[in-house]
């Protein structure tokens, strides 16, 4: 089943076709080169392969570019900037609900990929780049008879059969170009990819590339893939880029196919996956954070809400909300959920946090209530809106051992703060549920 294609609209009003495919835990824009069409690429089985295995292990998004595809086209007098492409990418990924993903560029695609790196690290987690390199001048910025010659022969025969042979034969996938199968697709893919005119434009702004200036600027993990016998790029080009990129890793694969999805497969998915797979290990390892977590509820509020009657419980609720978010503004908190009576809020300090909880205790008094409270501080996982791992397990057991107006803790919580005016009273050693071990907990008293 073909994913279903959406579109981005950026902020000069160009629409951006773009696809969503997988549900994996990292997110992977796909910067395709050359010309392309994301719901025609599905067609062949091959490239098929190729990006089902990307959305195997990652939540992949894909795209064709403007001027290509089922993206808006531009005129010839209004090419756009390498920097306006970029800007392409980040619409669609804000359109996708992507805050930073693994930027994947290969060919043409690459340049808009290091550039969109070194300009947004924050959302970018990872670069994987295949079979391109910074400057596609190559040495000359004004164009000679050899560039002239592709144009011309784009306006002569592009989208036929005689040009997609050339085309394999020529740079793109020399193990193909006997194929018939892949020749007539080939000439069919890019007559819905690009008009001729399209294809000439495209051409003309890849003569104008390079962003070897931002190379040094790029901070973020980084594969350079490139295959020994590319006939497009050189792996020497290649390696000298991955030598400009700080700290990047180069991975060399036999093959002298320059199409991605053509040649053994296997061996530049199989380094991919693994790079990805690292890369968001780190990414979980740095959205770990240390935390003091905080949980509360009204004590009989079951009991309460019955002798109370909606209308009456609905009010006594808000009032009650309102005394526990001024104090968990107060002591600077975070308030990460709130489920009918109850709260959860994180704090970056266990002063802080059982300050809060003592404050909040005695603020609600005055409403005809009482409510527990559990502290515990540990290392939690910050996932988007969502606070996660065993210390929020931990706080959420300790609250239930609470009885009315009692605030109580962890013995984590009760050594990070010894030394303050509080004073805590031993209630024990305790089970708690689905937790491993027995757990210390003290009741705070001012």
Same mark, same amino acid.
């Given at each position: 089943?073909?994913?279903?294609?959406? &579109?981005?609209?950026?902020?000069?009003?160009?629409?951006?076709? +773009?696809?969503?495919?997988?549900?994996?835990?990292?997110?992977?824009?796909?910067?395709?080169?050359?010309?392309?069409?994301? *719901?025609?690429?599905?067609?062949?089985?091959? +490239? $098929?392969?190729?990006?089902?295995?990307?959305?195997?292990?990652?939540?992949?998004?894909?795209?064709?570019? =403007?001027?290509?595809?089922?993206?808006? =086209?531009?005129?010839?007098?209004?090419?756009?900037?390498?920097?306006?492409?970029?800007?392409?990418?980040?619409?669609?990924?804000?359109?996708?609900?992507?805050?930073?993903?693994?930027?994947?560029?290969?060919?043409?695609?690459?340049?808009?990929?290091?550039?969109?790196?070194?300009? &947004?690290?924050?959302?970018?987690?990872?670069?994987?780049?295949?079979?391109?390199?910074?400057?596609?001048?190559? !040495?000359?910025?004004?164009?000679?008879?050899?560039?002239?010659?592709?144009?011309?022969?784009?306006? =002569?025969?592009?989208?036929?059969?005689? &040009?997609?042979?050339?085309?394999?034969?020529?740079?793109?996938?020399?193990?193909?170009?006997?194929?018939?199968?892949?020749?007539?697709?080939?000439?069919?893919?890019?007559?819905?990819?690009?008009?001729?005119?399209?294809?000439?434009?495209?051409?003309?702004?890849?003569?104008?590339?390079?962003?070897?200036?931002?190379?040094?600027?790029?901070?973020?993990?980084?594969? @350079?893939?490139?295959?020994?016998?590319?006939?497009?790029?050189?792996?020497? *080009?290649?390696?000298?880029?991955?030598?400009?990129?700080?700290?990047?890793?180069?991975?060399?694969?036999?093959?002298?196919?320059?199409?991605?999805?053509?040649?053994?497969?296997? $061996?530049?998915?199989?380094?991919?996956?693994?790079?990805?797979?690292?890369?968001?290990?780190?990414?979980?390892? %740095?959205?770990?954070?240390?935390?003091?977590?905080?949980?509360?509820?009204?004590? /009989?509020?079951?009991?309460?809400?019955?002798?109370?009657?909606?209308?009456?419980?609905?009010?006594?609720?808000? $009032?009650?909300? #309102?005394?526990?978010?001024?104090?968990?503004?107060?002591?600077?908190?975070?308030?990460?959920?709130?489920?009918?009576?109850?709260?959860?809020?994180?704090?970056?300090?266990?002063?802080?946090?059982?300050?809060?909880? %003592?404050? @909040?205790?005695?603020? @609600?008094?005055?409403? /005809?209530?009482?409510?527990?409270? #559990?502290?515990?501080?540990?290392?939690?996982?910050?996932? !988007?809106?969502?606070?996660?791992?065993?210390?929020?397990?931990?706080?959420? =057991?300790?609250?239930?051992?609470?009885?009315?107006? *009692?605030?109580?803790?962890?013995?984590?919580?009760?050594?990070?703060?010894? !030394?303050?005016?509080?004073?805590?009273?031993?209630? #024990?050693?305790?089970?708690?549920?689905?937790?491993? !071990?027995?757990?210390?907990? +003290?009741?705070?008293?001012?």
């Amino acid at each position: 089943m073909r994913p279903e294609t959406q &579109y981005a609209k950026t902020a000069d009003g160009v629409h951006i076709a +773009y696809q969503v495919v997988g549900d994996g835990p990292v997110d992977l824009v796909f910067v395709i080169g050359w010309t392309t069409n994301i *719901e025609a690429m599905w067609e062949d089985a091959s +490239y $098929a392969r190729f990006l089902s295995r990307l959305s195997s292990f990652s939540r992949l998004i894909v795209f064709d570019k =403007r001027g290509v595809g089922l993206s808006d =086209r531009v005129l010839d007098s209004q090419l756009p900037t390498l920097e306006t492409r970029m800007d392409d990418v980040r619409a669609v990924m804000d359109a996708a609900g992507s805050e930073r993903a693994v930027v994947f560029g290969v060919s043409e695609g690459g340049p808009m990929a290091m550039l969109f790196a070194a300009t &947004y690290p924050a959302r970018t987690i990872a670069l994987v780049l295949f079979g391109t390199v910074a400057d596609w001048r190559r !040495g000359d910025p004004e164009g000679g008879p050899e560039s002239d010659e592709e144009l011309q022969d784009m306006d =002569r025969s592009w989208g036929t059969k005689d &040009y997609a042979r050339k085309t394999l034969h020529g740079w793109a996938a020399p193990s193909l170009a006997d194929d018939e199968r892949a020749v007539a697709w080939l000439a069919s893919f890019l007559r819905r990819a690009a008009s001729p005119g399209a294809a000439m434009a495209l051409e003309k702004m890849n003569r104008q590339i390079d962003v070897s200036h931002v190379l040094a600027a790029i901070h973020v993990p980084t594969l @350079v893939i490139g295959r020994t016998g590319d006939l497009d790029f050189a792996i020497d *080009e290649v390696r000298e880029l991955a030598e400009r990129i700080p700290g990047a890793r180069m991975v060399e694969l036999p093959g002298i196919d320059h199409f991605f999805w053509v040649g053994d497969q296997d $061996a530049m998915l199989g380094e991919i996956e693994r790079f990805v797979k690292e890369v968001s290990d780190q990414e979980a390892e %740095l959205d770990r954070v240390l935390a003091t977590v905080l949980f509360t509820d009204i004590v /009989g509020s079951t009991k309460k809400a019955a002798e109370l009657g909606d209308r009456r419980w609905r009010e006594l609720l808000d $009032a009650h909300h #309102g005394k526990l978010r001024t104090m968990i503004g107060r002591f600077r908190g975070r308030e990460v959920d709130t489920a009918g009576d109850g709260f959860f809020a994180t704090f970056d300090g266990p002063i802080r946090a059982v300050r809060c909880a %003592l404050a @909040v205790t005695d603020s @609600v008094r005055d409403l /005809g209530i009482e409510i527990r409270a #559990g502290l515990h501080t540990g290392e939690v996982e910050l996932d !988007g809106d969502r606070v996660r791992g065993i210390a929020v397990h931990i706080g959420a =057991r300790v609250a239930a051992l609470a009885s009315a107006s *009692e605030v109580l803790v962890s013995s984590t919580v009760k050594d990070l703060i010894a !030394g303050t005016t509080l004073v805590f009273e031993d209630r #024990g050693e305790h089970e708690l549920k689905g937790i491993s !071990g027995t757990w210390r907990v +003290y009741q705070v008293r001012t």
